[in-house]
């Protein structure tokens, strides 16, 4: 479709069309149409049989290629919604995912069991594009939040999600605990969403993933379990003696973590936590 002056409905058509034709989701043409037109999803539709600007249905068009080619919409779009909040991303972090909103929910209903109206250091490691340390700061002020990450891009995003969203948070540059350990500070909670899917797992991966979003943050060793080794050697460098620590993992992966931890905190409670889709996808451990 090449026409210059085209409907929005028209417009919607050809990108879920085009999108359909090339295995991707119709659902992204919707995404991209709403992005460059400015309209929320109640406008679109009120708006079906206006016509959409030149300049928007270039820009659309482009889009919409960009993504058959694998491009994931976010990184296009520039923002991924995160616990009712948009954070800016780009090719230099992970895009967040809705499994990781609910690291967020329980590390939030943990820290209210565990430390109640005290002080609390938290710590997210690997903060990418800042999704889980600043919304962890802004759903609960009181927190004194630091997050590390190794690769200096990824924390110029995580501060200007910060800024923009005012969570104020102490970013450090730094691999895993090593900035923290080197400071001889010490954290009330650790948090951290790492690297953790297999290398060999690339091959099935899709494209969008693979080709696109960093390799640093996603891809751990043989059997995608090199980093939280990592943490095992760490952890007890950092944590005080009372101390809450929450990781994401990976499907199926839970049994192996939790005996990773148990094996350093024989004395601590370690909980596997299933997400919304019953898949083990946390790892809490509690030490009192």
């Known amino acids: 479709m090449s026409k210059q002056s085209v409907k929005i409905y028209e417009a ?31 406008s679109m539709l009120a708006r079906m049989r206006d016509e959409l600007d030149s300049g928007v249905w270039a820009d659309l068009q482009e889009a919409v290629k960009r993504h058959a080619e694998g491009e994931p919409v976010q990184y296009i779009i520039g923002s991924e919604e ?46 990418g594009s800042g999704a889980i340390s600043v919304t962890l700061k802004l759903e609960r002020p009181e927190l004194k939040v630091s997050a590390t990450d ?3 891009y990824a924390l110029d995003v995580a501060r200007k999600n ?8 102490d970013f450090i540059e730094g691999d895993l605990l090593q900035p923290l350990i080197s400071q001889g500070k010490k954290a009330d909670v650790v948090i951290s969403n790492p690297p953790y899917i297999p290398v060999a797992d690339q091959a099935w991966m899709s494209e969008i993933v693979t080709e696109h979003e960093p390799h640093l943050a996603l891809f751990a060793g ?11 050697e760490e952890l007890p460098l950092v944590l005080k003696e009372r101390a809450l620590v929450g990781f994401e993992i990976g499907a199926g992966q839970g049994e192996a973590v ?3 931890l148990k094996n350093v905190f024989p004395q601590a409670n370690v909980d596997i936590v299933f997400d919304l889709n019953g898949k083990d996808r946390m790892v809490f451990v509690e030490i009192s």
Do not use: C
């Not at 992005?35 to 109640?42: D, K, N, V």
């Not at 910060?162 to 948070?169: C, E, F, M, P, S």
């Open 12 to 42: 919607l058509q050809w990108a879920s069309s085009f999108l359909k034709e090339r295995n991707r989701e119709e659902y992204a043409g919707e995404l991209l149409l709403r992005h460059y037109a400015g309209l929320t999803r109640a």
């Open 82 to 127: 995160f616990y009712g909040r948009r954070f800016e991303v780009n090719e230099h972090v992970l895009i967040p995912r809705p499994e990781t909103e609910e690291l967020v929910y329980w590390t939030l209903k943990r820290i209210e069991k565990l430390f109640a109206a005290e002080p609390v250091e938290l710590v997210d490691v690997g903060t």
């Open 150 to 152: 190794l690769s200096p």
């Open 162 to 169: 910060a800024a923009r969203l005012g969570a104020d948070i």
């Open 222 to 232: 043989e059997d995608g379990l090199d980093l939280y080794r990592r943490f095992m």
């Open 258 to 260: 939790a005996g990773l």
